[in-house]
């Protein structure tokens, strides 16, 4: 048995099909959505990534402003422009990109994003809405995992997920967005040992730790359904997952690719939040009055 492919790239065209719908429309009101990024590294890697999203953005008909703060940036001068653009009427989605300078601790400074406005889920408040049923922006790349399950029809209801990772990013997020689809959810970390115990008894696998090729076929049951969310570079330059591919390819009934799966939907999934807040402050503003108001903003 070879495992069948849970490519991103179709889940990202049905989601870019439903910002398209949002942003006409908010054109048709002369709501452009707008979406601030905030830079403060000299990473090549990172200003490779914000400009891959401004350039969907653009695509997408989202105002999207880079905003580098420049490598010596202060923590200051941080949370000034995020409470400034959480007060600015025009800016509807906020992202924090990381790495930030030595010293200034993220912690800090997502408090500053109004949470009608973090689009990526990282103010704590979020992940407190999130957890409480609440309205709430999730982390994309968490959302990206159960907008992937649905697409390829992977039942979730009643079934037993197993996350391996507890970040704030994927693994916390992610078992809040479960359980919301009553799946019974199991959270592993580092002391979760034997690993292979929890994980060989979920229909569904879900690994976020950063560690390539930490799950392989022993940690699987035959038939399961495997998605990988990291992302390593290897010395050769190769990008990996956390899934040794190779080995669970042969026992799972379908696995994610590393390039090319849960990576792929995330970029859609922040300029679709970006719109769904435009919408959102609109109808605060009275601007849009319809019977399809946002109820949840995950």
């Known amino acids: ?18 910002l398209e ?56 001068q941080l949370k000034t422009m995020l409470t400034e653009l959480s007060e600015d009427r025009q800016t509807h989605g906020i992202i924090l990109q990381t790495p930030l300078p030595d010293g200034v601790q993220v912690d800090e400074l997502v408090p500053n994003i109004e949470t009608g406005k973090d689009i990526d889920g990282a103010n704590p408040l979020s992940l407190g809405r999130l957890a409480v049923g609440l309205p709430a922006f999730a982390p994309a790349t968490a959302r990206a995992v159960v907008e992937m399950l ?15 990772g507890r970040s704030a990013v994927v693994g916390k997020p992610l078992l809040h967005l479960l359980l919301e689809r009553n799946a019974s959810v199991t959270i592993c970390h580092s002391r979760s040992r034997p690993l292979e115990d929890y994980t060989r008894a979920a229909g569904v696998v879900v690994v976020a730790t950063g560690r390539p090729g930490l799950v392989t ?36 009934s379908a696995l994610s690719p590393v390039p090319g799966g849960v990576g792929t939907i995330t970029t859609a999934l922040l300029l679709l939040h970006t719109a769904v807040a435009a919408r959102a402050a609109a109808e605060t503003e009275g601007v849009l009055v319809s019977s399809g108001i946002v109820r949840s903003l995950g």
């Not at 048709?28 to 601030?36: S, T």
Request: charged share 20%; aromatic share 2%; proline share 4%.
């Open 21 to 76: 719908d949002r942003v006409s429309e908010l054109a048709a009101k002369g709501i452009v959505p707008g979406l601030a990024v905030v830079v403060a590294t000299d990473n090549e890697s990172t200003h490779w990534y914000v400009r891959s999203i401004a350039k969907a953005a653009a695509k997408a008909g989202v105002d999207c402003r880079i905003i580098d703060l420049g490598p010596s940036a202060s923590s200051a």
């Open 150 to 164: 649905v697409h390829y029809g992977v039942p979730i209801d009643g079934r037993h997920v197993t996350v391996v």
């Open 217 to 252: 076929d022993r940690h699987v049951a035959p038939g399961a359904v495997v998605v990988d969310v990291g992302t390593n570079v290897l010395e050769d330059g190769a990008l990996v997952g956390d899934v040794d591919a190779r080995s669970v390819e042969q026992v799972a």
């Open 1 to 18: 048995m070879t495992a069948a492919s849970l490519s991103g790239a179709p889940v990202a065209k049905v989601l870019r099909a439903e």
